[in-house]
């Protein structure tokens, strides 16, 4: 992994490689460090406004997902965040979003994890790399369980809202035109 040394950047949308969100202190003022995949850098942005504005980036916002994770899942403290459903970028924040010491989790890149000797957490992510974070082992586990329970509960949501291609198959022509047009009419009276 490597690390670059240029100025910190001054905006950040999270993506399919950023692995952690992670608040740094940087003269006096609180920054991001970012880890992807391959590389780590800074950012001018403190970790929640990064999520934020990865929120907005992909249609939402903060408050809005924060909403929607309660919706789905009742869980309305330290709630994992849906950045973004389609490329499956699910957040889960290490402590309070609230508190200026929260860092952020890629959920999908989290591989293991383990507890330190002084109660911390190490966690071995995607790109093979450790890291020990300021959280107990029982929370980041507990982290790690409610964001797949909300992933899980989101895709079933989409898997049995939307009939999959090959039902339509199963239905002789006509039947599956019918069945096409029903499921056209449907979508469009409940958006109008």
């Known amino acids: 992994m490597s690390q670059k040394t240029d100025a910190p950047l001054e905006s950040y949308e999270v993506n399919g490689a950023t692995i952690a969100v992670l608040p740094e202190e940087i003269d006096g003022k609180i920054c991001s460090k970012i880890i992807e995949k391959d590389c780590v850098f800074y950012v001018n942005m403190k970790p929640l406004q990064i999520v934020d504005r990865s929120c907005r980036f992909f249609g939402s916002s903060y408050a809005g997902r924060k909403a929607g994770t309660y ?3 009742k869980i309305s403290h330290k709630p994992p965040i849906m950045v973004d459903p389609s490329n499956q970028i699910f957040l889960f924040p290490t402590l309070s979003s609230t508190r200026p010491q929260c860092g952020w989790i890629s ?16 966690v071995t992510f995607s790109n093979g790399k450790t890291m020990e974070l300021p959280i107990s082992y029982n929370s ?23 009939p999959k291609r090959q039902e339509f198959m199963l239905y002789p022509k006509e039947e599956r035109t019918k069945m096409i047009y029903d499921f056209i009419l449907r979508e469009l009276g409940e958006r109008y």
């Open 71 to 73: 919706e789905v899942t």
């Open 107 to 122: 959920h999908v890149h989290v591989k293991e994890f383990k507890a330190t000797e002084f109660d911390d957490t190490e």
């Open 140 to 162: 980041f586990e507990n982290q790690v369980y409610r964001t797949a329970w909300l992933r899980t509960k989101f895709q079933d949501r989409i898997d049995h809202r939307v």
